[in-house]
């Protein structure tokens, strides 16, 4: 079983970039769905974006084409480039892990990061 630990939050400007990270302490990483969700302050958690063990990926409407995820085997990551980032990504960042085929439901994920803040300013 992985047990999930988000890094790489921070406050940047609108039109930056961070890059979030995945990480696994326990369990190879890349035998699972890792999927990407948001929390936003009022609001329910959103799926931002999956990638299967297939490496096929998936992304919301809201942050394709600015967003991708990757993964590292060797490092036993999976990461998420955001770029161009506007004041409305600005949330809880969960990494998730899931065995399932579905991508873009949280029911859909058994194991879940603390999540890490993304806040821009505009």
């Known amino acids: 079983q992985v047990h999930l630990v988000e890094s790489g939050g921070g406050l940047v400007q609108a039109g930056g970039s961070l890059r979030l990270s995945c990480a696994s302490s326990g369990g190879t990483i890349s035998l699972y769905k890792i999927g990407w969700f948001r929390q936003a302050p009022g609001k329910e958690r959103e799926f931002v974006s999956a990638?299967?063990?297939?490496?096929?990926?998936y992304y919301a409407v809201s942050v394709k084409g600015r967003f991708t995820i990757s993964r590292d085997y060797a490092k036993n990551m999976v990461y998420l480039q955001m770029n161009s980032l506007k004041a409305e990504d600005t949330a809880v960042y969960y990494c998730a892990a899931g065995t399932t085929a579905l991508a873009d439901s949280s029911a859909e994920y058994d194991n879940w990061g603390q999540g890490t803040q993304v806040t821009v300013s505009s």
């Open positions: 990638i299967r063990r297939s490496t096929d990926t």
